[in-house]
């Protein structure tokens, strides 16, 4: 885990990647923020304390820029951000209360909603979906040309068993009969086996798919399940997979706060889109993706988005109604009411 707030040193190596999961018990905590003085061109200003916490990979990535904003002290709030590889470590961090903000999965904040009775509330959607399919040159140009196939995957009992299966069922194939699906435990377990040849179809994530594609120009990205969504749906959803959550205490003691980091929150994932080099090298130096390389590379398929209110609210209610359909505990056992969807 690392914290990182105004004036410390954010120069340091590599670390591990972590892939998005999906947490679904916790407590909410109640711990309010006091404003603390930050100089300004015409004296004194006070600046709200904000505690965020992100997961390593694509749901941390929109941070960035705002995180070097911090560093330079020059953000309308006064961030500490936690950055960790372990959904464990943020869940816990807000049920203490020690975090106020967090980019979570979206299904995780939904469960987090039904564990804590409305204690948190879902602020923006910031990644749409993030897994794709990859193949070593096995010609597959829909979902319908899985058929037969074995396909290798990790996240079984999660987001992406959910997902995939949804999208053979509407390209009229039956999951455990039409395909052959080869359950890891994680997903550089089926990044290594698509790298030694040994699995010819899978199912992968970014930062992944990059990792093993840019090692081996035979494998390349048949099918962005974000669009095969788009194309089956009916009811305006999108496969939002990331997004960022706020205490619901904090978001009514201090909506101004929240305000601004919203407004920062999503000029960060603009300039995340528009410089790829740039963000690349923070994402490296954040610890979010450990290579810069990859990241670069990576970042067209992480389908950054900033998406808040109706927006946000319309497309993820058909997301959550199939995973509440695949398993309800996937989202906390019931689907969020009105009151999950923050607004001004």
Known sequence: ??????????????????ALVAVTALLAGCAG???????????????????IATL?????VGMVHLMQAQGEGTSANDYTFTVTDAPDDVV???????????????????ALYAKTSGAVQMLA??????????????????????????????????????????????NGLAPDTD???VWKSEHDEVATLVASGVAKVALLPEPFVTAVTVKDPKLSVALDLTTEWAKVVTDGSQLMMGGVIVRRDFARQHPDAVKAFLAEYSAS??????????????????????????????????NLTFLTGADLKAGLE??????????????GGSLPDAGFYYTT
């Not at 707030?5 to 972590?18: F, K, N, V, W």
């Not at 300039?271 to 970042?299: F, H, N, R």
């Open 1 to 18: 885990m690392r914290t990182f707030s105004g004036g410390t040193a954010l120069r340091r190596g590599a670390t591990l990647l972590a």
């Open 269 to 302: 994932i603009d300039e995340a889109k528009s410089d790829a080099g740039a963000t690349s090298e923070l994402c490296a130096q954040y610890g979010i993706i450990p290579s810069a390389a990859v990241a670069k590379q990576a970042l067209p398929r992480l």
């Open 179 to 181: 395909v052959h699906i």
């Open 318 to 331: 058909g997301y959550f109604r199939v995973l509440y359909d695949a398993n309800p505990k996937a989202v």
């Open 56 to 60: 390593k990979g694509p749901t941390g």
């Open 125 to 170: 959607v910031n990644t749409l979906g993030v897994m794709y399919i990859v193949t070593d040159g096995t010609r597959v140009t829909s979902v319908a040309d899985l058929k037969g196939l074995t396909i290798y995957a990790s996240g079984q009992g999660s987001n992406p068993e959910y997902v995939l299966r949804f999208l053979l069922q509407k």
């Open 92 to 110: 816990a961090k807000v049920a203490s209360g020690d975090v106020d903000i967090a980019a979570v999965p979206t299904n995780l904040a939904a």
């Open 33 to 51: 923020s006091t404003g603390t003085p930050a100089a300004t061109g015409s004296g004194q200003a006070q600046r709200t304390p904000v505690r």
